[in-house]
Every structure is written in C-alpha cells, then in structure tokens.
C-alpha cells in the first residue's frame, strides 16, 4: 500500500453517513446527522460547545460507549456500523482526537514497525523519510524516539499526531480541533502538510475547528453548522466568516 510519504495512486474513499442517530447512556446526542465527504474534499465542521463534534468524530472511529439508534457510517462503500476501531483504521480511517492519548513506552518507530507489520505502511518509508516529514510539519526528530505523546506539550502532540497521518496510509481523516493549542506557525505547518496531502493522495478531511484562521490554509470545499446533534446549514468558507462575526445564536437557537 502507498501513503503520503510515498504516494502517487488515489487513495481517497467516500464517507457517507445517513441519518445517524447516537445515544451514550440515556443520552440522545446525534439527531439524524446526514453526510457525504468524497476523496479530495475538506469538509469544515464548526458549531457550539457540547452540540455533539466529538461525538461524530468518536462515533466515526467507533469508540466504545457510543450507541448507533439509528443510520449507517460507510467508508468506500463498506459498512462501518459494526466493525471494530481498529479494522476501520485498517480501512484506512485515521482521527485526530481533540485530546490525543499518550503510549507509554511506545515510540514513533516502535508505532511505525508494530503498523508496518499489518502491512498499513509503504516500502517508501525510511527513517530519513519520516524524519524529513517530521520537520516539514516542524516536529522536533527528538521526539520520535520518545514515549508518544507522553510528556508532549498541547502544539507537540497534535504535530506527532499529523505525522502519524501522514505516514499510516490515511484515506479519510477525521480531525477534532488539531488547531486547539497550536501556536501560528504550527498551524500553518500542520495545515499545510494536511493540504499537501489532500491534494497529493486524495484523502477527504472532516475538520471539526471553531476558528475559521484553518480554514485559511485548510480551504475547505463545505462549512457546516453543527448544532443540537445535527447539521442545521451548509455552505462555503464564507460562512466560516460569517459565523466569527455573528456567533450561533441563530442556528442554536
Ligand atoms: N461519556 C459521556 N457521558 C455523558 N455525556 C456525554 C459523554 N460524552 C459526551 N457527553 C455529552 O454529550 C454532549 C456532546 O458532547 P461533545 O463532546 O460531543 O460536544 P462538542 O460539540 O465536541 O463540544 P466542544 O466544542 O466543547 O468540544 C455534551 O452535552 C456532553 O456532556
Ligand atoms: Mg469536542
């Protein structure tokens, strides 16, 4: 298989989820969230606080906890609904979370090895290969023999975060706030290096952000307003715009 590092085929897949409707506990949170992300397109996510962004990005990925009512999450064609996390990022599926979780006494490399061995990496990938995309992104080569994630500052975690995607032959991403904690020229890094990677393999993004200063590098095709568990308006990266001026009051209302 290829990836980024490596790329040159195609390797987006469709996501399409219809009308899905997700509870945890006795809590309903997704209300019949209907969406369609092709290969190559960003597609922009902002809305209030608690409206329910983490819970599409979790339940996407297949988090335990989450209980699908109603609706189906496919990828590429293929039924996402039952299947296990790990065989969704096998698909290809690949979240950033928006608080990425630490692996104690795993490094990049062991992580790059343990992948490779499930055959998700290219015969492209080198040490010197990750090392260059590490410094494109402007993660310290230090920090890929240590401990992931562990003892990383906020900006850190989310760049080592963008590595992994970038080297795990992603087909969607699912990105859950990688701009919280990122200084300017991070974000700029990082936005790039997800820009690259849209445009060189294809892959469709799902950026759930509330500041539209991604978005500038970040150019998303669609911005849509999530609100009360579901997309309540769809448009273009005006709107993005358009919300910094005027808040959700109206959409939330
Ligand atoms: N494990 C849980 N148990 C109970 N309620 C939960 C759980 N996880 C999320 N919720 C609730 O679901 C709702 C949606 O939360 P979610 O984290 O998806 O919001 P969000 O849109 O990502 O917000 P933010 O912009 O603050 O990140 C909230 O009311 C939250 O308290
Ligand atoms: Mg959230």
Same mark, same amino acid.
């Given at each position: 298989?290829?990836?980024?590092?490596?790329?040159?085929?195609?390797?987006?897949?469709?996501?399409?989820l219809?009308?899905?409707?997700? &509870?945890?506990?006795?809590?309903?949170? #997704?209300?019949?969230? $209907?969406?369609?992300?092709?290969?190559?397109e960003?597609?922009?996510?902002?809305? +209030?606080?608690?409206?329910?962004?983490?819970?599409?990005? &979790? =339940?996407?990925?297949?988090? +335990?906890?989450?209980?699908? $009512?109603?609706? =189906?999450?496919?990828?590429?064609?293929?039924? #996402?609904?039952?299947? +296990?996390?790990? *065989?969704?990022?096998?698909?290809?599926?690949?979240?950033? @979370?928006?608080?990425?979780?630490?692996?104690?006494g795993?490094? %990049?490399?062991? /992580?790059?090895?343990?992948?490779?061995? /499930?055959?998700?990496?290219?015969?492209?990938? =080198?040490?010197? @290969?990750?090392?260059? *995309?590490?410094?494109?992104?402007?993660?310290?080569?230090?920090?890929?023999?240590? &401990?992931?994630?562990?003892? %990383?500052?906020?900006?850190?975690?989310?760049?080592?975060? =963008?590595?992994?995607?970038?080297? %795990?032959?992603?087909?969607?991403?699912?990105?859950?706030?990688?701009?919280?904690? /990122?200084?300017?020229?991070?974000?700029?890094?990082?936005?790039?290096?997800?820009?690259?990677?849209? @445009? *060189?393999?294809?892959?469709?993004?799902?950026?759930?952000?509330?500041?539209?200063? #991604?978005?500038?590098?970040?150019? +998303?095709? %669609?911005?849509?307003?999530?609100?009360?568990?579901?997309?309540?308006?769809?448009?273009?990266?005006? /709107?993005?715009? *358009?919300?910094?001026?005027?808040?959700?009051?109206?959409? @939330?209302?």
């Amino acid at each position: 298989m290829v990836n980024t590092l490596g790329a040159s085929a195609s390797m987006g897949l469709d996501l399409e989820l219809d009308d899905l409707w997700v &509870s945890i506990g006795d809590k309903e949170v #997704l209300k019949g969230v $209907t969406l369609k992300v092709a290969p190559g397109e960003v597609h922009a996510i902002m809305g +209030p606080n608690g409206s329910g962004k983490t819970t599409l990005a &979790s =339940t996407i990925m297949g988090k +335990p906890g989450y209980k699908i $009512t109603r609706g =189906t999450i496919r990828l590429g064609g293929v039924d #996402l609904t039952s299947l +296990p996390t790990y *065989e969704r990022a096998r698909l290809g599926l690949f979240l950033i @979370s928006q608080y990425p979780g630490e692996l104690v006494g795993v490094s %990049f490399f062991d /992580l790059v090895r343990e992948v490779d061995k /499930l055959g998700l990496t290219s015969a492209e990938i =080198t040490r010197a @290969s990750i090392e260059r *995309e590490a410094i494109a992104i402007g993660l310290s080569k230090e920090l890929l023999y240590r &401990s992931v994630n562990v003892g %990383f500052s906020g900006g850190e975690k989310k760049r080592a975060e =963008t590595l992994q995607l970038a080297t %795990f032959g992603t087909r969607m991403a699912v990105l859950d706030e990688i701009d919280s904690g /990122l200084d300017i020229d991070a974000l700029r890094d990082v936005a790039r290096s997800l820009a690259r990677m849209v @445009s *060189e393999t294809n892959i469709g993004v799902v950026a759930i952000t509330h500041y539209s200063r #991604l978005l500038k590098e970040l150019k +998303p095709d %669609f911005v849509h307003v999530f609100a009360n568990g579901s997309i309540q308006r769809t448009g273009d990266v005006d /709107l993005a715009f *358009e919300l910094e001026r005027t808040g959700y009051k109206e959409v @939330s209302a």
